[in-house]
């Protein structure tokens, strides 16, 4: 092949990719508008501090001192960037829109509370984003700053020492069977279906149809450990639980037999003969054929 017409190549291959600015680095996005993607990517979900709120009274902490169970979910709502903020935050119920913005800086980002003089002020940190309150209308927000990672917000408040640790939760898809039938016995059995339980203390109630009417519980936690459960010190590893519980007539509560597994664990359950609990993230309609 002539170099004429290697040259010709070339340039005509040059030509093509700039009319389609398919190499253009004139196209990069500055650090903010990525961050901004990552945080809006990062934020919703459903967050609870129900491993808190056990260790609080586990390690009897005084009582103004401790968190609380309390739940907030954070969704998206429609369009770009912009979240709906709902439940109970550091104590206080709690519903803003937040509309989250590029900040001065490559490394900051705004969350714009709607109808109010106050915004949270984000900054990248090391696998996560430090969030501080500012305005004037920010005394009645309830809470002074966050920090938002993948799996956990942190809130900060004036009244109590620690943050409050919430936990990002994941949904599961539930059933009980009662009696707890297994292995293609022709037994009749009643089907309580359609419970959905998140994993950070999810927990659902229902009655019997039977003449007993007993009332059962059962409950989704995965545990996050606050402290070492023996003093040898050897480190008790985190567990995805799963708790069945009864409320008697007399008004007592009894705890049955409960189960674990890895807290990243997308089904669990178990089969106590007279009932059976199958949980799992992915419904049964949905369920995919595999080998």
């Known amino acids: 092949m002539k170099i004429s017409t290697i040259t ?6 040059l030509l093509v990719g700039s009319a389609h600015g398919a190499w253009a680095q004139g196209q990069d996005s500055t650090p903010g508008e990525r961050n901004l993607l990552v945080l809006s990517e990062m934020l919703p979900g459903i967050y609870s501090t129900a491993n808190q709120a056990l260790f609080d009274a586990r390690r009897s902490v005084a009582e103004d001192a401790r968190h609380g169970n309390q739940t907030f979910r954070i969704e998206r709502s429609g369009e770009d960037h912009q979240f709906a903020m709902k439940g109970d935050v550091a104590g206080k119920a ?3 829109r937040l509309s989250l913005v ?3 800086s490559a490394l900051e ?4 509370i709607e109808h109010t003089d106050c915004e949270i002020n984000f900054r990248r940190r090391a696998e996560h984003f430090d969030g501080a309150l ?5 005394a009645g927000i309830g809470f002074t700053g966050m920090q938002v990672s993948h799996n956990e917000v942190w809130v900060q408040t004036a009244a109590i020492d620690e943050p409050f640790w919430y936990e990002r939760a994941r949904e599961f898809h539930c059933y009980a069977d009662l009696p707890g039938v297994s292995g293609g016995r022709d037994i009749p059995f009643e089907r309580y279906d359609d419970i ?3 994993d950070k203390g999810g927990s659902h109630t229902f009655t019997t149809r039977d003449e007993e009417k007993r009332q059962l519980t059962i409950t989704l936690q995965s545990i996050t450990w606050h402290v070492l459960n023996e003093d040898n010190g050897n480190f008790n590893r985190n567990s995805l639980v799963l708790y069945a519980s009864e409320t008697m007539p007399d008004g007592s509560r009894v705890s049955h037999p409960y189960t674990f597994t890895e807290p990243s664990a997308e089904r669990i359950g178990y089969n106590l003969r007279w009932m059976l609990v199958n949980c799992a993230i992915t419904p049964r309609d949905e369920a995919r054929p595999e080998m």
Request: aromatic share 4%; charged share 10%; hydrophobic share 35%.
């Open 94 to 96: 709690v519903e803003y």
């Open 102 to 104: 590029p900040g001065p």
């Open 109 to 112: 980002l705004t969350a714009e």
């Open 8 to 13: 010709t190549m070339i340039v005509s291959g």
């Open 196 to 198: 959905i339980l998140h």
């Open 134 to 138: 500012n305005g004037s209308g920010c």
